[in-house]
């Protein structure tokens, strides 16, 4: 197999992954979290679910990129990119 | 004051010809339905993720999502929140693997690629019909939508408005081909960043910050602060729904997957992810949290789909309103614009072409071909949005859940499975096709779920059934099929 793709695959598992660990954080942010407002004005839940939650990620996904992300050629030969 | 309204609005429009003028001057000589239908795979990574973001957030996030979090409050926007992977998730799973496989097949629609992996003429013809009727049907519902925002915001009858908004799309669609699309579509994206932001500022500024618009819906309904949203309408089976729906099922996407092959190289993959993903979630909250926020300002809106025109009218000045309601225009044309290409790439490239291979050969008649293509496919929708039935934002939902149930085993499992054939991906399609259209059809809701959840359940099973009756496809051909 072409090695590339390799490396293709183990991106795409990550990119699955961190998604379900997307799932996996938002339950228990949206729903354990009682409704008072805390100091932004906004309920506790939604201060987590909404604002710190997709925070986090958008930073774990700027670190999946940075780290296991890999460039690479993507044609077949330098003038088919 | 309609005046105010409409100059920026008139602007606005004037710019998106301008760039589609400029698409068309930049087309170059030589291979012309990789230029027209891919921009030549010359996209970075700044106008792909603005690209994939405008094509997810349509007339449904725009206007029915900040209307339904004006109805039912703060777990709207929890909802909301669920769409935030969409970007990493299919640029993901698509990814590279996708790209390089396009490049190797020489492909320029997903109908190139499915053909390429399966080999099977019926497969593709499948493809295309499904394809055609979902974007026809996803389409007028854009169009609905933009029209009934003229008329809702600027006092456009609604005929006019339909007018204006079709035959503008039509246009700069037909001649400026992907170029012009993805242009518009990073323009478009930028729009509604800066409109989203504005209005969310001035929404909360309206209301006296914060803790006092968050105290006023808890007046109005306690329920409208809880993640289980008024009338608790976002039970588990709901949520479960929507976490299929536009998260996981994404990647199924056909107009997702086309820009999967558009860019340009991996650098421009990795900063659209991450761009991707930011500007989602932005737009995603400020949206659905103004209108949210919006019933404490406004209490008394009886149609919810309005809050966003209603909003911006009363809270920003009328110039700046005028600006900022081209910010949902925008996200309406550009899911158009790429549904649009999309099916006349369809048209031409995969049942044209198909028929008649020699036709490839006279570039001058395809251009024109596909120009008119294009055009027609816009008149047929402006003519179906003439008559609107009420309450079509779920049409859209509808639509989309059509093409997921269709595409998604098929190119997921043939990207990853290697003994995925034909006749799997065949039964698959069908069955995805079928159960859903039926399933949505007579509005059964198997335990409370959307049917996409059992669509898309049985139709993997019909995968693994119906890949046990076909033959592995032979060793394909590196040239690809053609051009």
Same mark, same amino acid.
């Given at each position: 197999?072409?090695?590339?793709?390799?490396?293709?695959?183990?991106?795409?598992?990550?990119?699955?992954?961190?998604?379900?660990?997307?799932?996996?954080?938002?339950?228990?942010?949206?729903?354990?979290?009682?409704?008072?407002?805390?100091?932004?004005?906004?309920?506790?839940?939604?201060?987590?679910?909404?604002?710190?939650?997709? @925070?986090?990620?958008?930073?774990?996904?700027?670190?999946?990129?940075?780290?296991?992300?890999?460039?690479? &050629?993507?044609?077949?030969?330098?003038?088919?990119? | 004051?309609?005046?105010?309204?409409?100059?920026?609005?008139?602007?606005?429009?004037?710019?998106?010809?301008?760039?589609?003028?400029?698409?068309?001057?930049?087309?170059?000589?030589?291979?012309?339905?990789?230029?027209?239908?891919?921009?030549?795979?010359?996209?970075?990574?700044?106008?792909?993720?603005?690209?994939?973001?405008?094509?997810?957030?349509?007339?449904?996030?725009?206007?029915?999502?900040?209307?339904?979090?004006?109805?039912?409050?703060?777990?709207?926007?929890?909802?909301?929140?669920?769409?935030?992977? =969409?970007?990493?998730?299919?640029?993901?799973?698509?990814?590279?693997?996708?790209?390089?496989?396009?490049? #190797?097949?020489?492909?320029?629609?997903?109908?190139?690629?499915?053909?390429?992996?399966?080999?099977?003429?019926?497969?593709?013809?499948?493809?295309?019909?499904?394809?055609?009727?979902?974007?026809?049907?996803?389409? $007028?519902?854009?169009?609905?939508?933009?029209?009934?925002?003229?008329?809702?915001?600027?006092?456009?009858?609604?005929?006019?408005?339909?007018?204006?908004?079709?035959?503008?799309?039509?246009?700069?669609?037909?001649?400026?081909?992907?170029?012009?699309?993805?242009?518009?579509?990073?323009?478009?994206?930028?729009?509604?960043?800066?409109?989203?932001?504005?209005?969310?500022?001035?929404?909360?500024?309206?209301?006296?910050?914060?803790?006092?618009?968050?105290?006023?819906?808890?007046?109005?309904? &306690?329920? @409208?602060?809880?993640?289980?949203?008024?009338?608790?309408?976002?039970?588990?089976?709901?949520?479960?729904?929507?976490?299929?729906?536009?998260?996981?099922?994404?990647?199924?996407?056909?107009?997702?997957?086309?820009?999967?092959?558009?860019?340009?190289?991996?650098?421009?993959?990795?900063?659209?992810?991450?761009?991707?993903?930011?500007?989602?979630?932005?737009?995603?909250?400020?949206?659905?949290?103004?209108?949210? *926020?919006?019933?404490?300002?406004?209490?008394?809106?009886?149609? &919810?789909?309005?809050?966003?025109?209603?909003?911006?009218? =009363?809270?920003?000045?009328?110039?700046?309103?005028?600006?900022?309601?081209?910010?949902?225009?925008?996200?309406?044309?550009?899911?158009?614009?790429?549904?649009?290409?999309?099916?006349?790439? $369809?048209?031409?490239?995969?049942?044209?072409?198909?028929?008649?291979?020699?036709?490839?050969?006279?570039?001058?008649?395809?251009?024109?071909?596909?120009?008119?293509?294009? *055009?027609?496919?816009?008149?047929?929708?402006?003519?179906?949005?003439?008559?609107?039935?009420?309450?079509?934002?779920?049409?859209?939902?509808?639509?989309?859940?059509?093409?997921?149930?269709?595409?998604?085993?098929?190119?997921?499992?043939?990207?990853?499975?290697? #003994?995925?054939?034909?006749?799997?991906?065949?039964?698959?399609?069908? $069955?995805?096709?079928?159960?859903?259209?039926?399933?949505?059809?007579?509005?059964?809701?198997?335990?409370?779920?959307?049917?996409?959840?059992?669509?898309?359940?049985?139709?993997?099973?019909?995968?693994?059934?119906?890949?046990?009756?076909?033959?592995?496809?032979?060793?394909?051909?590196?040239?690809?099929?053609?051009?």
């Amino acid at each position: 197999m072409d090695t590339r793709f390799i490396q293709a695959h183990r991106e795409a598992r990550w990119a699955v992954g961190l998604t379900v660990a997307y799932l996996l954080a938002w339950v228990p942010a949206a729903y354990l979290p009682d409704s008072a407002q805390g100091f932004t004005g906004l309920p506790h839940w939604f201060e987590m679910a909404c604002l710190l939650v997709p @925070l986090l990620f958008i930073l774990f996904c700027w670190l999946m990129v940075r780290v296991v992300f890999r460039e690479m &050629p993507l044609g077949e030969n330098d003038d088919a990119n | 004051m309609q005046t105010d309204v409409l100059l920026p609005l008139a602007g606005y429009l004037l710019l998106v010809f301008g760039l589609s003028v400029f698409a068309y001057r930049r087309r170059r000589q030589g291979n012309f339905l990789n230029d027209y239908f891919l921009g030549n795979r010359s996209m970075g990574g700044f106008v792909l993720a603005m690209t994939l973001t405008a094509t997810y957030i349509s007339a449904s996030s725009f206007i029915g999502g900040p209307g339904a979090a004006y109805k039912y409050g703060l777990g709207w926007v929890l909802l909301s929140m669920i769409q935030l992977p =969409a970007v990493w998730l299919s640029l993901g799973v698509l990814g590279k693997k996708f790209a390089i496989l396009a490049r #190797r097949y020489n492909a320029v629609t997903l109908n190139d690629m499915l053909y390429a992996r399966y080999q099977s003429r019926l497969l593709v013809w499948l493809a295309s019909f499904s394809l055609l009727v979902a974007f026809l049907g996803a389409m $007028t519902v854009q169009f609905i939508g933009g029209a009934r925002l003229l008329e809702t915001a600027a006092g456009i009858p609604y005929d006019t408005g339909l007018l204006i908004f079709g035959i503008s799309i039509a246009l700069y669609t037909a001649f400026g081909g992907f170029r012009a699309s993805v242009l518009n579509d990073a323009m478009q994206g930028l729009v509604m960043l800066l409109g989203t932001v504005l209005l969310l500022v001035a929404v909360i500024h309206a209301a006296g910050g914060l803790h006092a618009a968050v105290g006023k819906l808890q007046q109005i309904d &306690p329920k @409208l602060v809880s993640p289980q949203g008024g009338d608790d309408i976002l039970s588990l089976p709901f949520m479960a729904s929507f976490w299929v729906l536009v998260c996981f099922g994404v990647i199924g996407l056909p107009h997702t997957a086309v820009r999967c092959i558009a860019y340009r190289d991996s650098k421009a993959v990795h900063r659209g992810i991450v761009l991707g993903t930011v500007v989602v979630a932005v737009l995603m909250l400020g949206m659905h949290l103004a209108g949210a *926020l919006g019933r404490a300002i406004l209490p008394d809106l009886t149609i &919810p789909d309005q809050v966003i025109p209603t909003l911006m009218i =009363a809270v920003l000045p009328p110039f700046a309103a005028g600006i900022f309601l081209a910010a949902p225009m925008a996200a309406i044309m550009s899911t158009i614009n790429a549904q649009l290409l999309q099916s006349s790439a $369809t048209i031409v490239k995969d049942l044209y072409l198909n028929a008649r291979p020699e036709a490839l050969k006279n570039e001058k008649r395809l251009t024109r071909m596909t120009s008119l293509a294009t *055009l027609v496919l816009g008149l047929l929708v402006l003519l179906a949005a003439w008559h609107p039935p009420q309450m079509i934002i779920w049409l859209n939902l509808l639509a989309f859940g059509g093409l997921e149930a269709v595409f998604l085993w098929p190119l997921v499992l043939g990207l990853y499975w290697e #003994r995925a054939n034909a006749a799997g991906a065949l039964s698959s399609m069908l $069955t995805g096709a079928v159960s859903y259209t039926l399933l949505a059809g007579v509005d059964l809701h198997i335990a409370g779920l959307h049917p996409i959840i059992p669509s898309l359940l049985l139709s993997l099973l019909a995968f693994t059934i119906g890949n046990r009756f076909g033959k592995a496809a032979s060793a394909l051909p590196v040239t690809g099929p053609q051009s």
